[in-house]
């Protein structure tokens, strides 16, 4: 610790904050970076379809981890200073802010970019060429249903895959005989609380 001290004593003020401070590369350079990269990724995530983004196994999220790391140097360069840092930072997030709204403001290139839903279940029938185009599997999809709360896909009535990787799973509306033995079942229990509360009023 005191060597370490001693170090930064005896270094000079101004060479420290060069260190932090001074770009390596030029301004134009460290915003044109992120940019680039943020529109390559978006465009192979497009193309790579919709699973990347839900994650559905192991092998998924190992691949958007590691995406960071692997596009970590062409964002920054040969730059580890504060100031390029604060620049690259700056850059992802403007062109963030801007794919945002223009999307916001035209619903056609909304659908172009991102896509659209993929519908894998109707009527409790699986479209299997849907999996196949998407690269899900039927044991990926049931594990999904299980996580809404249905056993089988036959009790789905609609099952599809958003374009920003979430599941919209509707099951059937319940038929007339379901909702009447439904009815039926809360009115007796209703009676039996009834009769329990004479009981112990008699009783006392």
């Not at 580890?80 to 916001?104: C, K, Y």
């Not at 007339?176 to 009769?195: I, N």
């Amino acid at each position: 610790m005191r060597v370490h001290t001693f170090i930064l004593d005896s270094m000079p003020h101004s060479i420290i904050f060069d260190h932090m401070f001074q770009l390596p590369l030029p301004i134009l350079e460290k915003l044109a970076r992120p940019v680039l990269v943020y529109l390559v990724l978006v465009l192979l995530l497009r193309i790579f379809g919709k699973r990347e983004l839900a994650q559905l196994n192991p092998f998924d999220l190992v691949v958007l981890l590691s995406l960071s790391n692997v596009v970590q140097n062409a964002i920054i360069g040969e730059d580890n200073s504060v100031t390029g840092g604060v620049i690259g930072a700056f850059g992802l997030l403007a062109i963030n802010w801007l794919v945002v709204r223009v999307l916001f403001r035209s619903k056609k290139l909304t659908r172009a970019i991102e896509g659209r839903a993929t519908l894998l279940i109707h009527n409790g029938q699986v479209d299997r060429k849907a999996l196949e185009r998407e690269s899900l599997t039927l044991a990926e999809l049931v594990e999904v249903i299980h996580k809404q709360g249905f056993e089988d896909t036959h009790q789905v009535h609609r099952c599809e895959l958003e374009p920003n990787g979430t599941f919209y799973v509707e099951g059937f509306d319940p038929s007339a005989a379901d909702k009447h033995h439904v009815e039926l079942m809360a009115r007796l229990d209703a009676l039996s609380r009834e009769v329990a509360a004479l009981r112990a009023q008699s009783a006392s």
